[in-house]
């Protein structure tokens, strides 16, 4: 299974910063990768990422879509106007948006659907608060995500899933390798119940990855990649987590 790497910018970068990052990205792709690369950077940056990496192995993602291919939706972009724009991958359901915008299962699940029927490779978020953690409901809660995040049509093939505990997002904080391999291995099970199958399901982990510690949670059992937020906007630690995929 070859390991995919995305690199989620969320809302940073200019035209400039990013052309710079992502050609340097693309220059080092060029030579050879271990892994799948993907750069998800903010929806106003897509078109200067895509000609910037034009011609390497590096997809364009985006951080989110609205669940209508169309209409009165100020400020949404649309999943047909990304594949358009050249995208092949984008991230619904991340916690960010299910805090700061109040998305539901629900809305997550329409978002992946419009992904699908646009072409997209949607990457499914799912991942508990440290609150959650705390009370032992880490397990319900995952279970209810991946179960309620999943459209109809969703297969290992074209739908990639990831596993971002909220509680390690951007705090330096990370989940031990035996607590990792447990959720992705209850991730797997609700998928294959969910979706039929999940032989070549690609779950990625997300939460504070970074060159020192991608060795370790790489190597993890059921880890198919990563969803890297700060560390993406480092092209050094970026391209050190992609080479460190067994």
């Not at 035209?15 to 993907?38: H, Q, R, T």
């Not at 809305?107 to 953690?133: F, H, N, S, Y």
Request: aromatic share 4%; glycine share 12%; with cysteine.
């Amino acid at each position: 299974m070859t390991y995919l790497i995305a690199g989620n910018w969320k809302m940073n970068g200019t035209p400039a910063s990013a052309k710079a990052l992502a050609a340097g990205l693309a220059a080092k792709a060029k030579a050879g990768s271990k892994a799948e690369i993907a750069l998800c950077p903010p929806a106003p940056l897509l078109s200067a990422v895509d000609a910037a990496v034009a011609g390497s192995p590096i997809a364009l993602g985006a951080q989110d879509c609205h669940a209508n291919e169309k209409g009165a939706h100020t400020g949404d972009v649309s999943a047909w106007l990304l594949k358009a724009l050249g995208c092949r991958f984008v991230i619904v359901g991340h916690s960010e948006r299910r805090a700061d915008h109040g998305e539901t299962d629900a809305m997550v699940k329409a978002k992946a659907a419009a992904a699908l029927k646009a072409g997209l490779t949607p990457i499914v978020c799912v991942g508990e608060t440290d609150a959650q953690r705390e009370r032992g409901e880490t397990s319900a809660v995952i279970a209810t995500q991946v179960a309620g995040s999943l459209p109809e049509g969703a297969t290992a093939a074209n739908t990639v899933m990831a596993y971002e505990p909220v509680w390690a997002i951007g705090t330096g904080k990370t989940a031990t390798t035996a607590d990792i391999a447990a959720v992705h291995a209850q991730i797997r099970e609700v998928f294959k119940a969910t979706a039929g199958e999940a032989g070549g399901l690609r779950i990625l982990y997300g939460g504070s990855v970074k060159g020192a510690n991608a060795a370790e949670i790489l190597a993890t059992a059921g880890v198919n990649g990563a969803l890297v937020g700060g560390a993406s906007l480092d092209p050094e630690d970026f391209w050190k987590i992609i080479q460190a995929c067994p």
